[in-house]
């Protein structure tokens, strides 16, 4: 076979055997890994955290165990039907690691969700997990960098973000746009009542707290007059 032709025929076999190493390539799965939304949040806020589990392996996740970043406060959590939750309390007293124990099909994936606040300055708040399959003692440790082999999940606190005020406190939701518009955290107190976040002072604002006042103001002074003018009369 001359020269020329033998180039010919081996370009299209190496174009092929490409094609099939792509396709091979694009087939295999993606690999996916524990996520936490939302992704931005604001500070300040009422939030819900969901974590969403894969499994990977074609065994079945046993437990999850997440790590609550610091400042993080946790005070509401969903159950999810088969599975167990138990809270480890940090040193502060504060929600320190929560861990699910449970069943999750090889090709399965479940969700878990609490009620939070966030810290009140910004700043990227990392999820650490651990991953445990059955049968398996060493967990997957999703503790990485985001461009590692097992990042762990991060949720950027960022003044812009809109407040979820999750569990209808109203305290955060009420200063929500105020604090969008001048691009600054909002302040939030655990003392605050709903009624003095939004302004009200029944003393001061009430038409009928100050109508009731007068009149009890006058009354008093009628009676002070009446018992002076007692007194008058029965001085000899």
Excluded at 32 to 52: E, K, M, N, W, Y
Aim: hydrophobic share 40%.
């Amino acid at each position: 076979m001359p020269h020329g032709t033998r180039g010919r025929g081996a370009r299209p076999a190496a174009v092929v055997v490409a094609v099939v190493s792509l396709g091979v390539i694009a087939a295999s799965p993606a690999e996916a890994h524990i996520q936490v939304t939302p992704t931005v949040a604001a500070p300040g806020d009422a939030v819900r955290f969901t974590f969403l589990v894969p499994n990977e392996r074609d065994t079945s996740t046993s437990k999850i165990q997440v790590a609550v970043p610091k400042g993080v406060l946790a005070f509401s959590f969903a159950d999810v039907a088969g599975w167990k939750r138990s809270v480890t309390p940090a040193p502060d007293g504060s929600t320190g690691t929560i861990t699910w124990t449970g069943h999750l099909a090889s090709d399965g994936f479940v969700e878990f969700s609490m009620l939070a606040s966030t810290p009140t300055a910004p700043q990227d708040l990392t999820w650490k997990a651990l991953q445990f399959y059955q049968g398996d003692p060493k967990p997957v440790r999703w503790i990485g960098t985001p461009d590692s082999q097992f990042p762990a999940a991060v949720t950027h606190l960022r003044p812009d973000a809109a407040q979820q005020n999750a569990g209808g406190g109203g305290v955060q939701g009420a200063a929500a746009p105020s604090a969008a518009a001048s691009g600054t955290p909002p302040q939030t107190s655990p003392q605050t009542s709903p009624r003095a976040s939004s302004g009200i002072d029944s003393s001061a604002s009430d038409p009928v707290a100050r109508t009731l006042g007068g009149v009890a103001a006058a009354a008093a002074l009628g009676a002070l007059g009446l018992s002076l003018a007692s007194r008058r009369r029965r001085r000899p």
